[in-house]
């Protein structure tokens, strides 16, 4: 089913505008959200993701990195799910690196702000949907773009 999951599932990733991110609850049950496509991926193994630290996920990822995100193309009814752990990152270099015009909307102190913070999630497996049929593979760290 897939020939090139690096390639078929980077295509897929690209053209969507809202990514789902999940957590664990302090109680142990699934937390989704969704969010704004991330601001930047290597590969299908790393992704990057801007958020407020103040926020209940930074909290959860905290606590517990375990995470997935998910991807949806409504279109064509696939889609694809990749586990793996969030990383809360504060650092000036990073959140630099992802800053992008207009995000003083979200942020009013600009890129220093203490309430900006970046999420990074490493993905170690995934699974993709389409066709009606589901198919799990492993993501490695040759896995970049």
């Given at each position: 089913?897939?020939?090139?999951?690096e390639k078929?599932?980077?295509?897929?990733?690209?053209?969507?505008?809202?990514?789902?991110?999940?957590?664990?609850?302090s109680?142990?049950?699934?937390?989704?959200?969704?969010?704004?496509a991330?601001?930047?991926?290597?590969?299908i193994r790393?992704f990057?993701?801007?958020?407020?630290?103040?926020?209940?996920r930074?909290?959860?990822?905290?606590?517990?990195?375990?995470?997935?995100?998910?991807f949806?193309d409504?279109?064509f009814?696939?889609?694809?799910?990749?586990?793996?752990?969030?990383?809360?990152?504060?650092d000036?270099?990073?959140k630099?690196a992802?800053?992008?015009?207009?995000?003083?909307?979200?942020?009013?102190?600009?890129?220093?702000?203490?309430?900006y913070?970046?999420l990074?999630?490493t993905?170690?497996?995934g699974?993709?949907?389409a066709?009606?049929?589901s198919?799990?593979?492993p993501?490695g760290?040759?896995?970049?773009?």
């Amino acid at each position: 089913m897939l020939r090139d999951a690096e390639k078929t599932i980077g295509n897929l990733i690209d053209k969507q505008k809202i990514a789902y991110i999940a957590s664990v609850s302090s109680d142990g049950f699934p937390n989704l959200k969704a969010m704004l496509a991330p601001r930047k991926r290597e590969g299908i193994r790393v992704f990057y993701f801007s958020t407020n630290t103040s926020s209940m996920r930074v909290a959860q990822y905290r606590e517990n990195p375990k995470a997935a995100i998910y991807f949806c193309d409504k279109r064509f009814f696939r889609g694809v799910m990749l586990e793996g752990t969030m990383e809360v990152l504060e650092d000036q270099a990073t959140k630099e690196a992802i800053w992008q015009f207009g995000d003083t909307m979200y942020y009013s102190k600009g890129v220093t702000d203490p309430d900006y913070c970046v999420l990074r999630f490493t993905a170690h497996s995934g699974r993709y949907y389409a066709n009606f049929k589901s198919e799990s593979f492993p993501i490695g760290e040759a896995i970049t773009e």
